[in-house]
């Protein structure tokens, strides 16, 4: 698994996030491609790969690449939900790496927020769940937590902690959406909306884009920025509904996690900081655990006392996530640009002290599809 | 008032399914090549892979695997009918889970690992739903 070795990530960007009413979503994604090419110093002329995905869209790359008026050599549009773009930089650094092209685009963007709230998505319907008046994604994902408190004793303070911790990131972060901070009170007491799950534990509901260049490691090393490197990679799928989710207190993080770490050559304990995909306050004890910051059933207790929130022994979320920050209807790519920028030292007041190893996790559908990267600033021995 | 609420596609596949709910059966497909049942109805068995397959009798027991109670829905038709319960149930018998609504008992009554067993509910001139009810005199 060398091919990594040979890329590093060379822009990131977001568009404008957050309350975006004059722009759609193509608009956004081409705002934020312009923006990390520009970052690097590079042209669109020079990118020769597009990946995107997108619920707007059924032919995301064909789409954007129109748009932009560039013609990609190579394009990618794998689609396993918020999570995709966490495995569109892997699967550009394959093509990278087996010469299909040198610079890869991955792209995202949507108005979700501007088009009403609710979740877009291309309709796809499901016989055996829709008939009983199931709140996709939120239901599925209240399952899971109410599961994990059953099984592992895990409680609502608990699940209130990762929203609270979150948001003291978030506070740090000017480009957040909610900067103010808030209590476990407040949490708990916010609207509750499936149980155990109220409004506080749920992402947000935002307009944004993302964007992120990957080129060889060669030419990255000669652009404007301080290149980041990838050491492991790992995707993998349990379910595609809830229903059909084998256990729902154990996620394909387990499977994807195992093979990042391996390809990396690290443990969970090497890790400086994570970034790990928060559609909902229960994802974050979901994948401490499977991911190997603590043992399975102990996440509820891993993040008391404020170990995940600024100041703690595990930086979690550091850009105040997908419940403080932004959640444009997926948010994978969102993981990988904070662990870059956390690892380039940009990151101002919310900047980790000494962080060159990160892991970013990318979560798809309803806990179905997971994908774990480890990025460092220093190329792998 | 018309039902307003999502009604299934029963075409295809499963249409043996719906079919035997309309007439009070619970048949859930079942493989014979590894003598397991499995839930949705799909022409691969996902366990083993095999082919041969074939709808089986369900006694309709099973108990709750977890559940949820909906106190906001965005769901046409359910809107107004908060709160209520949307519940994992785990079938008697074997490898099959699928999603329903608990009826007759008040949803801060039910609980994970609850028996419950299935109710025929009718719901327009074609199609029954498999809403599950807590077992007469537990477990």
Redesign the interface.
């Known amino acids: 698994m060398s091919f990594f070795k040979d890329v590093a990530i060379a822009g990131v960007a977001e568009s404008e996030l957050g309350n975006v009413p004059h722009m759609n979503s193509v608009d956004l994604m081409a705002q934020a491609s312009v923006r990390a090419l520009q970052e690097a110093g590079l042209k669109k002329e020079d990118v020769d790969g597009l990946f995107s995905s997108s619920a707007h869209y059924s032919m995301p790359t064909v789409t954007l690449a129109e748009y932009m008026g560039i013609t990609p050599k190579y394009m990618d549009a794998t689609s396993i939900g918020g999570a995709s773009f966490v495995s569109h930089v892997a699967h550009a650094a394959q093509a990278i790496v087996s010469g299909m092209c040198e610079v890869a685009l991955i792209a995202y963007g949507s108005t979700q927020r501007t088009d009403g709230g609710?979740l877009a998505n291309i309709t796809e319907?499901n016989?055996?769940?829709?008939?009983?008046?199931?709140?996709d994604p939120i239901?599925a994902y209240?399952?899971?937590a109410?599961?994990h408190m059953?099984e592992f004793g895990t409680t609502r303070d608990q699940l209130s902690e990762v929203a609270v911790a979150t948001r003291k990131w978030a506070s740090m972060n000017e480009k957040a959406f909610k900067r103010d901070l808030i209590t476990h009170d407040d949490v708990k007491n916010s609207?509750?909306?499936?149980?155990?799950?109220t409004k506080l534990d749920c992402c947000l509901v935002s307009d944004g884009g993302a964007a992120l260049v990957l080129t060889t490691r060669e030419r990255a090393e000669k652009l404007n920025t301080k290149p980041t490197y990838i050491w492991g990679y790992g995707e993998s799928t349990t379910h595609r509904s809830?229903?059909?989710m084998p256990s729902?207190v154990h996620t394909a993080a387990i499977e994807s996690g195992k093979s990042a770490y391996q390809m990396a050559g690290v443990g969970p304990e090497d890790i400086q900081v994570a970034e790990l995909y928060d559609a909902f306050s229960i994802n974050v004890i979901l994948f401490l655990e499977d991911l190997g910051f603590c043992k399975k059933g102990e996440g509820g207790r891993f993040i008391s006392n404020g170990n995940i929130a600024p100041g703690g022994k595990l930086p979690v979320n550091t850009n105040g996530g997908g419940l403080s920050y932004c959640h444009p209807g997926m948010y994978g790519l969102f993981t990988i640009i904070e662990a870059v920028r956390q690892l380039r030292g940009e990151s101002g007041e919310r900047q980790v002290d000494n962080c060159n190893l990160a892991l970013a996790h990318g979560n798809g559908g309803v806990l179905s599809s997971e994908v774990t990267m480890v990025l460092s600033n220093e190329t792998k021995s | 008032m018309a039902y307003n609420?999502?009604?299934?596609?029963?075409k295809g596949v499963?249409e043996i399914y719906w079919k035997g709910l309309k007439e009070k059966k619970f048949l859930i497909p079942h493989c014979n090549e590894c003598n397991e049942m499995f839930?949705?109805p799909r022409v691969v068995c996902p366990h083993c892979g095999g082919t041969n397959i074939e709808f089986q009798d369900h006694n309709g027991k099973g108990e709750i695997?977890?559940?949820?109670?909906?106190?906001?829905?965005?769901?046409q038709?359910?809107e107004k009918?908060v709160p209520?319960t949307?519940a994992?149930v785990q079938l008697e018998g074997g490898k099959a889970?699928?999603?329903?609504?608990i009826i007759e008992c008040e949803p801060e009554k039910v609980e994970?690992g609850m028996p419950v067993e299935i109710h025929f509910q009718d719901?327009t001139d074609e199609i029954a739903?498999p809403h599950f009810k807590p077992m007469k005199g537990g477990r």
């Open positions: 609710g319907s016989p055996f769940e829709d008939p009983f008046g199931y709140n239901t209240s399952l899971a109410q599961r059953f609207t509750l909306i499936s149980t155990p799950l809830i229903s059909n729902l | 609420k999502p009604l299934p596609n029963t499963s839930f949705y695997y977890s559940y949820s109670i909906v106190e906001k829905s965005f769901i038709g359910f009918e209520y949307v994992l889970r699928m999603m329903t609504n994970i719901v739903l």
